[in-house]
C-alpha cells in the first residue's frame, strides 16, 4: 500500500502493478487499492492466492495481463489458463521458449 501511495501521491498517470513469481501472489491478493489502474502477472505460481482473489478481480473489472511461460517449472500454460479463465478482462498470454525466470534479453524485452 505504500509504494501505491506514493505514486498516487505524486500524480502519476496509469498506476499498474507488476508482480512475478511469488510477487503475483501478493498482487491478486492485496493489489485491487485506489489508484491502481491494472496488473502484469509474470509467471504466477499459483501458491498462495486462491481462485476467490481471481474472482474479486472478475467483480472489480480492472485489467490483468498474465504472462506465462512455456516452460514455467512451476504452473505451464495449460495449468494456468483455467484460472485466469475466471477473470473475463484478463489477458491470457504465454510465452512461447520462454522459463520460470525469463533468462535472456530475447523473453526479458517482452
Do not use: C, N
Not at 500500500?1 to 501478493?26: I, K, M
Not at 482473489?53 to 514455467?72: C, H, N, Q, S, Y
Amino acid at each position: 500500500g505504500a509504494a501505491v501511495d506514493l505514486v498516487v501521491g505524486r500524480e502519476l498517470p496509469d498506476v499498474w502493478l507488476v508482480g512475478w513469481s511469488f510477487g503475483t501472489d501478493v498482487v491478486r491478493r492485496h493489489g485491487l487499492l485506489a489508484g491502481v489502474a491494472g496488473a502484469v502477472l509474470l509467471s504466477p505460481p499459483l501458491r498462495y492466492a486462491q481462485d476467490t482473489d481471481l474472482d474479486r478481480w472478475t467483480t472489480d473489472g480492472r485489467p490483468l495481463v498474465v504472462m506465462v511461460p512455456e516452460f514455467d517449472e512451476f504452473l505451464p500454460p495449460e495449468q494456468a489458463a483455467p484460472h485466469f479463465a475466471r477473470v473475463p478482462q484478463a489477458r491470457f498470454l504465454p510465452i512461447a521458449g520462454a522459463k520460470h525466470l525469463w533468462v535472456g534479453e530475447k523473453y526479458t524485452s517482452i
